[in-house]
């Protein structure tokens, strides 16, 4: 089994945060460059999937929908299925511009995992959804009908979160990583026994507890 992570392409929230004061966050649109991004990434998809097809798993945000369109996949896409357990962490409807620094400030301060944003999630929410969704995307891959790969077209910190949750990272480490670039991807394979990492997140720490990313390659 194979599991292809892929993060959206640039959206309006990425370059004006305010966006989000005006803006719903699943209604925010790729930016001209993020169109770009996704289009520069179809060919790399297509060659990770060397042909063969690909069970395609999106969050139904406007930006990972649109991202998905503009990879131009073609019949290698055996099914597309809109899964909300892939959506972003949820900030609580339309954003005050001044609460929302309040916000970041405070989360950073509190912990990404566990701070609870008023009318919205934590981190340990999007962690528990995504569980659900791992557990259900495992028992679809063993059936024989279903390809043998799976294609996630989703965001930063829930492609983090998904990556903690399969692979049994400590929140300290979770805590650690850089979210993937916009329209980057990583490869998660299972050997039969267990999943692999073909690489590894960026880290802007070390993390406290010593604890590190493997098994990676």
């Known amino acids: 089994m194979r599991i292809i992570l892929l993060r959206h392409g640039q959206s309006l929230g990425n370059v004006d945060e305010l966006a989000y004061c005006r803006v719903p966050d699943h209604a925010l649109p790729l930016t001209e460059l993020g ?3 996704a289009r ?10 060397d042909g063969d097809p690909a069970a395609v ?4 945000y406007v930006r990972t929908r649109a991202t998905l369109r503009h990879l131009d996949l073609g019949d290698q896409v055996e099914r597309t299925v809109a899964e909300p ?3 972003e962490q949820d900030w609580g409807n339309l954003q005050d511009p001044v ?3 309040v916000l970041k400030h405070q989360r950073h301060a509190f912990g990404h ?15 528990d959804r995504l569980a659900a969704f791992l557990t259900d995307l495992e028992t679809r891959m063993q059936d024989p009908v279903h390809p ?3 294609l996630v077209v989703s965001h930063g910190l829930t492609i983090r979160l998904l990556c903690r949750r399969l692979f049994g990272w400590s929140i300290e480490l979770f805590e650690s990583l850089s979210n ?3 329209c980057e991807d990583r490869v998660l394979t299972h050997d039969g026994t267990t999943w692999r990492l073909d690489r590894p997140f960026d880290q802007w720490r070390t993390s406290p507890d010593g604890e590190t990313q493997g098994p990676i390659g």
Do not use: C, M, W
Not at 40 to 49: D, F, N, Q, S, T
Not at 57 to 60: F, G, L, T
Not at 113 to 127: H, K, T, W, Y
């Open 99 to 101: 609460q929302q620094e």
């Open 35 to 37: 169109e770009h991004q």
């Open 148 to 150: 043998a790969t799976a």
């Open 57 to 60: 798993y999106v969050s139904p």
């Open 85 to 87: 357990r892939l959506r």
């Open 40 to 49: 520069a990434a179809g060919p790399r998809i297509k060659e990770l999937l």
């Open 113 to 127: 995992f566990f701070f609870r944003l008023p009318n919205g999630e934590s981190g340990a929410d999007v962690d």
């Open 180 to 182: 993937l670039e916009t």
